[in-house]
């Protein structure tokens, strides 16, 4: 069936849900299935005068958008256009009040945004968020709801709801979304210490193994988001190596990760099959307010699907750097590449840095990608 959304409900002869957003459209460039995802977003103690200042302006309760305004137009370029909401939408009413670290309560506005400004994938799947419990997960979930056009992955409502796989469809090619977390600031990295498994999905192989492997089943491509890695720290740790060669030796088709609020590398992973897969290993946080220049520095990780010998394939990867930006007056993201070196330089934000210019490319450089990196 099709809902009033147009999204498809459906379920194979072997009894596999699914549900596809997007069925019948086609791609900006025929043949070509394009991707362009960006890292976290949430609000800080020190971006909420940003956000109040903006709200005043736009009549809208600490207003989100006008931090994509130089972004946004680049990033709808794009057929898949994936974010990371960090944190839960409980609202300020009923005893609650907007809050940053290290308890979260964002403003409805950063959902809303997401819609707005053009996202149509995101997840909602981290450590962060159980921080307002049941209630702030379900309005998270009321919000995102008035935007129908979002496919929001690793938080469900029922198990019905994990156990569906979900796709977005470009050129009646269809590729799924997987969601993981490490573990929960509450509850743990044990996935049986949550109050259930959908409200979050937390790591553990032979679930994970069995969700892929369903999803494989019934998409052309699958790509795996991973929340994990240890904050501040640029080189993946042990458990993000293990995890990278245990989803390329299922044949995911790439993996995309975020939560260390810096940037880490981007690296190929050879499965036991033969096929490289990306894997993306940490694209730092998109929207914060943080005041040192390691985390407010971010970036877009691009690549493009295509058929080759029947098989749907990723080719094409890229990184496109963004930095959190302002000359003294409104903050926003920018592509780095979109600037002049005289820009960089007066980035009012990159005050704990002398030469702007020659350290963001010192340390993009030192991550060691392994695809272009667009400057």
Partial sequence: MVDDNGIVHGTTPDGINYVVY????????????????????????????ILAEYGERSGVDYDFKPYYQAVADEINSYDLRFINQETPCAGNENGYEYSGYPVFNTPDSSIHAIGNVGFNISNFNSNHTWDMGSFGIERSHELFAQHP???????????????????????????????????????GEDPD????????????????????????????????????????????????LEYAQFLADLDVDA??????????????????????????????DFITGWTLTDTILSGMFTCDFAWHDGKLAVENCSFTPAIEWSDGGDTYVRFLKDMTDDEIANNTRTEDVSDDVTYLHDFIDGLGMEVPVNW
């Fill in 22 to 49: 997007g069925r019948g459209k086609s791609s900006a460039n025929p043949g070509v299935i394009s991707l362009a995802a960006v890292g976290d977003v949430f609000a800080t103690n020190m971006n909420f005068p």
């Fill in 149 to 187: 056009e979002v496919m929001v992955i690793g938080s469900y409502l029922s198990q019905d709801g994990r156990d569906t796989v979900h796709m977005i469809e470009r050129d009646g090619a269809t590729i799924a979304l997987l969601s993981y977390s490490y573990g929960d600031n509450f509850n």
């Fill in 193 to 240: 210490n949550f109050p259930n498994k959908y409200y979050t999905c937390q790591f553990d192989k032979s679930v994970m193994q069995e969700e892929i492997e369903r999803a494989q089943k019934v998409a052309d491509a699958v790509v795996v988001y991973m929340h994990w890695g240890t904050e501040y720290t640029t080189e993946p740790n042990d458990q993000q």
């Fill in 255 to 284: 993996v995309i990760g975020s939560h260390a609020h810096i940037l880490q590398p981007i690296r190929y992973y050879t499965s036991s099959t033969g096929k490289q897969v990306p894997v993306v290993f940490g694209l730092s």
